[in-house]
């Protein structure tokens, strides 16, 4: 039981790190909103803006031993897995821009 779901960020050359939720499924698109949105100034630099967005995810669980992890493929899903294109700077073939809108 839970709410599963993965955001994947792809740094290009099939190098991926996926942030995964155990129970954040359904309002992980709106995490993401949030975390693109404060992290802005770090589009193009993809390791402080892979720390925003992780970050943003566990902020209310920072010291939590379930509920999150890091891993390198996708995982155990109920939800869609949001996927990060680092180098061009979109979500799900959508531009951060207007992704955050």
Not at 14 to 41: D, M, T
Not at 62 to 76: A, W
Request: hydrophobic letters at 35%; aromatic letters at 12%; one cysteine or more.
């Amino acid at each position: 039981m839970g709410a599963r779901t993965n955001i994947v960020l792809e740094y290009g050359d099939g190098k991926q790190i996926c942030f995964y939720s155990h129970w954040g499924g359904n309002g992980l698109p709106e995490v993401l909103k949030a975390a693109l949105i404060r992290g802005k100034s770090r589009w193009s630099d993809p390791y402080y803006l892979a720390r925003v967005i992780f970050c943003e995810m566990i902020q209310d669980d920072v010291l939590g031993l379930t509920g999150f992890g890091i891993q390198p493929d996708v995982d155990e899903e109920e939800y869609e897995t949001l996927y990060v294109d680092l180098r061009e700077q979109k979500v799900n073939g959508v531009s951060y821009k207007d992704y955050v809108l």
